[in-house]
């Protein structure tokens, strides 16, 4: 199926988070496509998480953990209700997307896809440590989408 990818119409990668999908605002989910899912994949995860909050946090901030995403997911609308998926704990104490909302400048956040081999018997609430341990030996295919949000 070719390289898997993870893109948006809402910006490029690289580019700028629209306002819309902060914590303060709408505090919805971009729309997110994938395509180039290896045929042998058994699931999807994502992580959405911002490695800029280390110096005003003292960690990666988990914004969104998300597994069991069936391998034929081509969209993820906005404002996603994940009956299809299981969604985990952000570091905001909730489960489900939590928007940008860096405290001092500019942040990069990431949307890091895996394709993997497997689905994962993880509880509910799952933090995005404890996903990225379950995914070890069973990544088939990673990538990952860039945006950028100020305060």
């Known amino acids: 199926m070719g390289e898997l990818r993870l893109t948006t119409p809402a910006f490029d990668d690289g580019g700028r988070i629209p306002d819309a999908y902060g914590y303060t605002e709408r505090n919805v989910n971009p729309p997110l496509r994938i395509s180039g899912v290896p045929d042998d994949a058994v699931s999807l995860a994502l992580v959405m998480d911002d490695p800029d909050a280390m110096a005003p946090a003292g960690k990666v901030w988990d914004h969104w953990v998300v597994w069991n995403l069936p391998p034929e997911t081509a969209e993820i609308p906005e404002a996603w209700d994940a009956a299809d998926a299981a969604e985990g704990t952000t570091d905001y104490g909730t489960v489900g997307y939590g928007g940008p909302n860096p405290p001092d400048r500019e942040h990069a ?3 890091r896809l895996v394709a993997l081999d497997t689905t994962l018997d993880l509880p509910p609430g799952t933090d995005a440590e ?12 990673e990538t990952e989408l860039t945006g950028t949000y100020a305060p």
Request: glycine fraction near 6%.
């Open 109 to 111: 956040y990431r949307f």
């Open 130 to 141: 404890a996903l990225f341990a379950a995914t070890e030996g069973h990544v088939l295919a």
